[in-house]
């Protein structure tokens, strides 16, 4: 079954310091998403990509946050300067349409750890 | 807000029995649907049921609708020790141009073999 790859499976960086984290989707998939799960909190919406350009995000994807599809696979998410807030489980997620009739296939997350 | 919030926050039941689950969200919403999370892991789209429906099945899960209440249910029929994990309902709003997922906090179930 077609699987959304996430890399790494856990990062751990310094505050002030730029991650990237990367996400392969599904490769007819059209629609791309981030979403991010603080620990014992809910799952947050950041932002979807839609046709090279962010179609919605969230009053957390501030300017610190910017997504890039920089080739036919691979979708990603960079932190600029992170904080220890943004400590957090990202999950990115894909679908075929805008509005998935089967839902939304996530990937398996990475762990970002801010030290 | 549109949020789901499910409960129990924490179920724990024997192999063999049902698990129900309930959501309630705030806002209309163009469909709701649930993922299951094992610990530490992804999630996993399980059901998804539209507006203009009022129960769906597929295998031993069942979920109903309810839009008057703004709820919704997840029963799990002949619970197994696999089914252990998070369950999470997430809706999505009816207002035009989102499509983002707003989920609950979830119910931990722990099915004791």
């Known amino acids: 079954e077609p699987e959304v790859t996430q890399t790494p499976s856990h990062q751990v960086t310094q505050m002030g310091q730029e991650v990237i984290l990367r996400c392969v989707p599904i490769?007819?998939?059209?629609?791309f998403y981030w979403y991010r799960q603080i620990l014992g909190q809910k799952v947050e919406f950041l932002v979807s990509?839609?046709?090279?350009?962010?179609?919605?995000k969230s009053e957390i994807f501030d300017d610190q946050f910017s997504v890039e599809r920089p080739d036919g696979s691979n979708f990603t998410l960079k932190i600029r300067s992170t904080k220890l807030e943004d400590s957090a489980m990202y999950f990115c997620?894909?679908?075929?349409?805008?509005?998935?009739?089967?839902?939304?296939?996530f990937g398996s997350g990475t762990r970002l750890t801010v030290v | 807000s549109q949020q789901g919030e499910e409960d129990p926050q924490a179920l724990s039941i024997q192999e063999g029995e049902n698990a129900t689950m309930n959501c309630s969200y705030k806002?209309?919403?163009?469909?709701l649907q649930w993922y299951r999370q094992n610990s530490g892991r992804g999630l996993v789209h399980l059901i998804l049921?539209?507006?203009?429906?009022r129960e769906k099945h597929s295998g031993r899960l069942r979920v109903t609708l309810d839009t008057s209440k703004k709820s919704s249910s997840l029963l799990i029929t002949a619970s197994r020790a696999a089914d252990t994990a998070s369950y999470f309902c997430?809706?999505?709003?009816?207002?035009?141009?989102?499509?983002?997922?707003?989920f609950g906090k979830g119910t931990k179930l722990s099915v004791i073999p």
């Open positions: 997620a894909s679908s075929e349409e805008r509005a998935p009739l089967y839902g939304y296939t």
């Open positions: 490769s007819n998939h059209l629609y």
């Open positions: 990509f839609y046709n090279n350009e962010i179609s919605e």
């Open positions: 806002t209309s919403i163009n469909n």
């Open positions: 049921i539209r507006s203009n429906e």
């Open positions: 997430a809706t999505v709003f009816s207002g035009a141009g989102s499509y983002q997922l707003t």
